[in-house]
């Protein structure tokens, strides 16, 4: 039989994933910032569902990425959906593509490593 292959350390892999969801969560809430300056809407809305990105690969042994991780990849498959529906919307948006464009770039970035760790 073969021997098999060293473990890989992916803290790296992690680490980077942590730091693009972190850089995905302060663009979405300046595209928020951006939607509600340019189409003020009545009432009050709130984006308080967020999640707070607190954590790093040393706090890898308190997570298990088993299973965090394909959760991960199917929330940012509908984000990218939702990102999808809204560059669909119409021409009212059509100004905002370029930040729209920016945002998707980031997620699929995203979504990409969390594929690989998977």
């Known amino acids: 039989p073969r021997p098999r292959p060293p473990p890989t350390d992916t803290r790296g892999d ?10 995905l969560l302060g663009d979405t809430k300046a595209f928020l910032e951006l939607l509600k300056s340019r189409f003020p809407a009545e009432g009050e809305h709130k984006l308080d569902s967020l999640p707070v990105l607190a954590m790093s690969a040393l706090e890898l042994p308190n997570i298990q990425a088993s299973a965090l991780l394909p ?3 199917s929330d940012l498959l509908r984000y990218q959906r939702l990102l999808e529906w809204l560059r669909r919307a119409g021409g009212a948006l059509r100004g905002l593509e370029p930040d729209l464009g920016a945002l998707r770039a980031r997620l699929e970035r995203l979504r990409g ?6």
């Open 14 to 23: 992690l680490d980077s994933v942590i730091n693009l969801a972190k850089a």
């Open 113 to 118: 490593r969390v594929e690989h760790l998977v």
């Open 71 to 73: 959760r991960l990849g």
